[in-house]
C-alpha cells in the first residue's frame, strides 16, 4: 500500500487516468441532470433547456471522520425543534434584533410583517422548515463547528444528492486506481426527503386541488436543482407545483375571506421560498406587498416569517450566550451538543472583543445580516470596517456579528469547471438537511434529510456554489 493510502488519502492520479475521469463525469453529469444556466447564455436563467453547462464538482469525494458525520447528523432533529421553538417567541426575535433594524433597512421590513402577524396573534397551526446547518472542522481543535443555520431557501438538494451518485459511479469504475470504496461516501437523499416533506405539508393542509407554489428570482441559473424538487413531488406524489415571481404574487394574488390564498386562480397549500433572502429580491414595493399577502393567508409557508427570522446572524449569535439556549430547549444533552458545536460569536457592542478583533483581525470573520455569498468580511478588512464603524458611532455596528473564524486542514482536490480540471488546495464545508414539519401539537416529521458537502480553493473566503466560489463534493468516510 502506498504511504498516501495509508494516510487515507487518494494517491495522486496520472494525467491520462485524470483526463479520461472528466470526460466521464461531464458526460454523466449532461446525462442525469447535474446541470446548471450557463453565464455566456443570456438566456439561460430564464427559459428552462437553453444554456446547459455541467455544475462546478469535485472530480473525487472530501475525506471526513465518520464521527464527525455521526455528530452532524445527530445535531438536525435538535436544531430543528430549536428553530421551532425560537420561531414561538415573538418578543425574542423582536427584542433582540431592535438595534439591528436601526441601522439595517432589510432586517427592519421583516420584522415590520412579523410584528403585524403578532398584533393579529396570526396562528401558523403548520409549520415546515427545510433547513441547512453548516459547518467545517476545526484543524486547530478537530472541533466541528457550526459557520450558520439556514432556514429559508437551503440550496442544492437537487445537485447535492446528485453528486453523491455521480462520485460512487467514479469510484466503481476508477476506485482500484485510489485505493477507495464506494460504499464509503454515504447515501444523499435531500431530494427526495425535501419533496416527501412538502408532500406532507401538503397533506397536512388537506385540499386536494391546491398546488404548492415555489417563489423563485426572476432570473435563476440554478432552476434544475430546484425542478428535481419539482419532479418528485409530481413522480412520487402526484402533486403540482407551480413558479411564481414575487412580483407575479402581488399581481396575480389574493387572499379569500377564510384566509386561502389564491394564485393565478389556483388555491396554494404550500408557499415554498427559494428567493426572498436578500434585499435584492425586494426592487419594489410590489415584493413586500406579495410577502405580507401570503404571509397573512392560511397557506403554509416554508419559512414563515418567523422561521426566517430565526435564520438570522444576529439570531445565531444571541443563542450562543449563556444560559439562552435553556430558554427553548428542556433536554440538558441536547443542549450540550449544540454548545459544542458552537464557534466564538459576538456582539459589536462588547469593547474586548471589538478590540482584539482590530488587533487580530485574521482571527475574526465580521457578518453582516445577509444571505447568499459574497457578504462576509476577512482579513485585514475586518480592521479597516470594524474601525470605520467605530467612526461612525451609533447603532452602525448593530449591523454586523463578530466570528471566530474556523481553521479547516487544507488539501489537494481536483476540481472541475466548465469542462476544464484544475488541481488546487482546497477547504470544505458540510451542510446537513432538516425537514421539520408540525401540526398544532403533533410534530409530523423530524429529520436529518441528506447533506450538501461544498469545496473551495483554499485562498477563497466565500464558500457559494451559485455565486461561482466554490463547487459541488460529496462525503468519503473515514475512521479518524
Known sequence: ???????????????????????????????????????????????????????????????????????????????????????????????????????????????????????????????????????????????????????????????????????????????????????????????????????RAWHEFNVDSAVIMMIVQPEERNMYDQYWLAKHLKESHGITTIRKTLSEVEAEGHVLPDGTLVVDGRTVSVVYFRAGYTPNDYPSEAEWTARLLMEQSSAVKCPSISYHLVGTKKIQQELAKPNILERFLENKEQIAKICKCFAGLWSLDDEEIVKSAIQNPELFVLKPQREGGGNNIYGLDVRETLIKLQKEGGDALAAYILMQRIFPKASLANLVRGGACHEALTISELGIYGAYLRNKDKVVMNDQSGYLMRTKVSSSNEGGVASGFAVLDSLYLTDK
Open 1 to 199: 500500500m502506498s504511504a498516501a493510502a495509508a494516510e487515507g488519502k487518494p494517491p495522486a492520479p496520472g494525467t491520462e487516468a485524470v483526463g479520461e475521469m472528466v470526460r466521464e463525469a461531464t458526460a454523466w453529469c449532461a446525462l442525469h441532470g447535474l446541470v446548471v444556466g450557463d453565464r455566456a447564455d443570456p438566456r439561460s436563467g430564464t427559459v428552462p433547456g437553453v444554456g446547459l453547462v455541467h455544475a462546478p464538482f469535485s472530480l473525487l469525494p472530501m475525506h471526513l471522520p465518520e464521527s464527525c458525520w455521526r455528530q452532524a447528523c445527530e445535531l438536525a432533529p435538535i436544531f430543528n425543534e430549536l428553530v421551532d421553538r425560537v420561531s414561538l417567541d415573538g418578543d425574542f426575535l423582536q427584542d433582540s434584533l431592535s438595534k439591528t433594524k436601526q441601522v439595517d433597512d432589510f432586517t427592519s421590513r421583516l420584522l415590520e410583517i412579523h410584528r403585524k402577524m403578532m398584533e393579529i396573534n396570526k396562528e401558523e397551526n403548520i409549520r415546515l422548515g427545510l433547513h441547512r446547518s453548516d459547518y467545517m472542522l476545526d484543524s486547530e481543535t478537530g472541533s466541528l463547528l457550526q459557520i450558520e443555520l439556514n432556514t429559508i431557501s437551503a440550496s442544492f438538494p437537487g445537485l447535492g444528492s446528485l453528486v453523491s451518485e455521480l462520485h460512487r459511479s467514479l469510484i466503481n469504475q476508477y476506485g482500484k486506481l485510489f485505493c477507495l470504496d464506494s460504499k464509503r461516501i454515504p447515501g444523499n437523499a435531500a431530494s427526495s426527503r425535501f419533496a416527501e416533506a412538502l408532500s
